[in-house]
């Protein structure tokens, strides 16, 4: 019997962008600010910080109907 777990994790999307764009970045390709080479990690945060507060406001509203 084959008793392997396999997991899925990884660096994902925005890690792989800011990868992406860091290396582009120290070589000189691209010449923006440091604030948008980073940007899609605190972009991230910003969406899943959003994302909680608006599951808390729903949590409070459905239990204060009920």
């Known amino acids: ?28 390709y691209i010449t923006w600010p440091w604030l948008w080479v980073l940007s899609p990690l605190w972009i991230s945060v910003c969406l899943g910080i959003i994302f909680f507060v608006i599951f808390l406001v729903f949590m409070y509203i459905v239990k204060n109907i009920s």
């Not at 392997?4 to 999307?13: C, D, K, L, Q, V």
Request: aromatic content about 4%.
């Open 1 to 28: 019997m084959n008793d392997s777990s396999s997991t899925s994790g990884g660096i994902g999307f925005a890690g792989l962008l800011t990868l992406l764009l860091i290396g582009l970045k120290l070589t000189g």
